[in-house]
């Protein structure tokens, strides 16, 4: 049973999992903010929701990051 729990988990948990042990190589401080905000979404009344609008700066920064590595690379022609 405990082996089928553990499959599950890194089934639908894989990539917080990624996240949190990256995270936790290279600082304690980016564990303790992964912490705090899934502490938040799960305790708080409206957990689902502030979750939702505290994925939109980060949606923006990937983006922002994508979009400057494309205009920083030079021209492959």
């Known amino acids: 049973m405990g082996l089928g729990q553990g ?3 890194i089934g639908c948990c894989w990539a917080m999992m990624l996240v949190l042990f990256v995270g936790g190589v ?5 564990i303790a ?4 905000a899934v502490a938040v979404e799960k305790l708080a009344p ?5 979750a939702k ?20 690379a ?4």
């Open 46 to 50: 409206r957990g689902v929701l502030l």
């Open 74 to 77: 030079p021209a492959l022609s």
């Open 53 to 72: 609008l505290g994925s939109l700066p980060l949606i923006a920064w990937g983006l922002w990051l994508i979009a400057s590595a494309l205009f920083a």
């Open 7 to 9: 499959l599950c988990c």
């Open 33 to 36: 903010i992964l912490t705090l």
């Open 26 to 30: 290279m600082s304690l401080t980016i």
